[in-house]
């Protein structure tokens, strides 16, 4: 993530209230779940783990977040990290 910029931090004042990131929320976690199932490190249907940590870092910028939805995006960072991650436990032995 070294190769993003980080966008300015944004105005209190100009941030949408939380409610409105709920509806974002739950769509960015169906997707997050169907990106992690998926059999391979490739993108799903031509967005790959780049794309939604990019639009969980928008909903974070843009969105007055409640304690409940930093906790949620943070475990959406985590699981996006972990399937970037080579899984050591599911390779045998030949």
Known sequence: MSALKKAPSPNPGNLMPASV?????????RMVRSVVRASTAGPVHGMDQGYWESRIHALVNENNLVAVQQHRVQRLL???????RPNVLKRTAA
């Open 21 to 29: 990131a709920d509806r974002q929320l739950d769509h960015i976690e």
């Open 78 to 84: 985590q699981d996006l990290a972990k399937r970037a």
